[in-house]
């Protein structure tokens, strides 16, 4: 998307310190945390808040990433694992500090995660004896009431259970968490430039010309490329968009004791707080088309997810709505949240920093990522997700 030279309106300036792009969970995060600090702030979001991934996903609250602990300790080392983990517990305090658990669809439920295959069932026993060994609390099926995915899946499917995760209506989550900072969002904002200014930067955009000291950039998937449609073709190219799809379905009959998670993360299955079957994934069944910034539904991928929810429920999914959204996948599974700006052509680092590329775990991730990126700019800190 571009913006044309009639739909730019600069003729309103606003200043503040900061500006934050993108009003997705990390976008709002970000907001709330310049408030905190006593920081003037102003929220750009193209379309409106929770418009993107962040109002299309599952609704999972659930410790950890895409993959297992077992996974994560082979591919990044066992104490940035570590680190990932207690990370992701960090950010589920933090928005429940912020009173999600007061909303009415939001539910404090364990998430499973399923080996269907013995592959991934050694996966899990591994991922479940080495989190033990770094303090965390862990269960296997044991823990669980039998259901109507645990009943049909037999006894020899392995389990991992994170007990203390939860799961939400994101829409609602957003909708609450941005009324504290609603005063300072312009929805229906699209970024034309971004440019330095003195010290600061000067971005134009179909909202107004907004001027501040340091810019966030927090629009997840589209975060390439708002920064090349503001005129940085030198922009580092790192956050990778993927498209994933969902079906909601009539839930009659149906009992969960948990959120489930199965092939890797490939696909996941819950229940929402009135009842309806959510069921999501099969992105990897035809991973070559499921790129780019498209988020229109596909019939190969719904009927893989209508195939895929039939064989673990045993019965036909009575769908009643289909949707698609656009995920934005940091460097490896992992989220960049650091200061860019000398490569945009800032006289410092911190004058533009990213959070984004939570590779399909932004509300599992981006509040407390929104903490990292804010510490960074303002206090120079040093951060776990660097850009490489």
Known sequence: MSVSHWQLR?????????????????????????????????????????????????????????????????????????????FTEEN?????????????????????????????SEELRESRRLMSEDGFAVGDR???????????????????????DGACHSVEVLEFLSRPVRDFIREGAEVARIEAMGSGARVTSSAGVFEADRVFVCANAWADRVLQVAGHRRSPAVV??????????????????????????SEYVRLAADGTLLVGGCRTTHAEEEVGYDDHVTERVQTALERFAEVILGE??????????IMGFGPGGLPVVDTIG???????????????????????????????????????????????
């Open 142 to 164: 044991a823990a669980l009431e039998p259901d109507s995915i645990l009943s049909r899946a037999g006894e020899r499917v392995e389990a991992l259970v994170n007990p203390d």
């Open 316 to 325: 036909p999914p009575r769908v009643k709505h289909r949707w698609a959204g």
């Open 240 to 265: 990778a968009p993927k498209r994933g799809q969902m079906f909601a379905a009539e839930g009659d009959g149906l009992t969960f004791s948990a959120s489930y998670y199965m092939n890797r993360g």
């Open 10 to 86: 600069d003729t309103t300036t606003e200043t503040c310190d900061a500006l934050v792009i993108g009003g997705g969970i990390a976008g709002i995060a970000v907001a709330r945390t310049l408030a905190d600090r006593g920081c003037s702030f102003r929220v750009l979001e193209r379309h409106r808040v929770a418009w993107g991934a962040s109002g299309r996903n599952a609704g999972f609250l659930m410790r950890g990433a895409a993959d297992n602990y077992a996974v994560a300790v082979r591919e990044w080392g066992r104490d940035r694992a570590k680190a990932l983990w207690t």
């Open 342 to 388: 000398e490569r945009l052509g800032f006289d410092r680092d911190d004058r533009v920093t990213l959070c984004a590329g939570f590779t399909g775990h932004g509300m599992s991730m981006a509040a407390r990522a929104s903490q990292l990126a804010v510490a960074r700019s303002l206090d120079r800190s040093e951060t776990l997700f660097p850009l490489a």
């Open 92 to 120: 589920l305090a933090l928005l429940r500090s912020w009173g999600i658990e007061s909303l009415p669809n939001y539910r404090r439920i364990p998430s499973c995660l399923l080996g269907l295959t013995e592959r991934e």
